[in-house]
T-cell receptor, first 113, second 114 residues
Framework: AQKVTQAQTEISVVEKEDVTLDCVYETRDTTYYLFWYKQPPSGELVFLIRRNSFDEQNEISGRYSWNFQKSTSSFNFTITASQVVDSAVYFCALKTSYDKVIFGPGTSLSVIP | NAGVTQTPKFQVLKTGQSMTLQCAQDMNHEYMSWYRQDPGMGLRLIHYSVGAGITDQGEVPNGYNVSRSTTEDFPLRLLSAAPSQTSVYFC?????????????FGSGTQLSVL
């Protein structure tokens, strides 16, 4: 069975603070893909990053960084020096060899000026 | 490019009515899917398709039907609407099967069932 857990329902931080969003996944497949998507208040879904199960390199893109650890089945997302524009719901997602994509329940991030 | 087009954007139904949510993509994507989004529940997969003539159930398929007669279109049918189906519905597509391509989403349909 596949499952994605995002234990943090809501997070509130003050602007310029760092914040980490947690994602834990379950799958029996050896080949899979992990994703993060952002949903700002306007409602559209925006792709942020993709990782495959064979690549555990951490990635940094500007103020965003991702920490993938197969040993703990986690794919965490950190925003450094948060800004008000980062306020959104963030979803972690899992795609396995059966092609379907399963999402976590999301974490609502509020960045307070 | 139009990408993924969903219609309608808003719909109000009475309990027991039927309707079809339309989804079309112009990117020649093999994979198409329908999600519903409810507060605190994230995006839950209703049905998906990996190509014309092939569909499968997702996490919450009950009350919904789909078919995929062409690569471009993937309509979602509510046969007898219930208040529990009040939600925001998203259609999504992605490219070649088996590869971890990102999903392209439609703009969503806000459905209310009274």
């Amino acid at each position: 069975a596949q499952k994605v857990t995002q234990a943090q329902t809501e997070i509130s931080v003050v602007e310029k603070e760092d914040v980490t969003l947690d994602c834990v996944y379950e799958t029996r497949d050896t080949t899979y893909y992990l994703f993060w998507y952002k949903q700002p208040p306007s409602g559209e879904l925006v792709f942020l990053i993709r990782r495959n199960s064979f690549d555990e390199q951490n990635e940094i893109s500007g103020r965003y960084s991702w920490n993938f650890q197969k040993s703990t089945s986690s794919f965490n997302f950190t925003i450094t020096a948060s800004q008000v524009v980062d306020s959104a719901v963030y979803f972690c997602a899992l795609k396995t060899s059966y092609d379907k994509v399963i999402f976590g329940p999301g974490t609502s991030l509020s960045v307070i000026p | 490019n139009a990408g993924v087009t969903q219609t309608p954007k808003f719909q109000v139904l009475k309990t027991g009515q039927s309707m079809t949510l339309q989804c079309a993509q112009d990117m020649n994507h093999e994979y198409m899917s329908w999600y519903r989004q409810d507060p605190g529940m994230g995006l839950r997969l209703i049905h998906y398709s990996v190509g014309a003539g092939i569909t499968d159930q997702g996490e919450v398929p009950n009350g919904y039907n789909v078919s995929r007669s062409t690569t471009e279109d993937f309509p979602l049918r509510l046969l007898s609407a219930a208040p529990s189906q009040t939600s925001v519905y998203f259609c999504a597509s992605s490219g070649y099967r088996g590869v971890g391509e990102k999903l392209f989403f439609g703009s969503g349909t806000q459905l209310s069932v009274l």
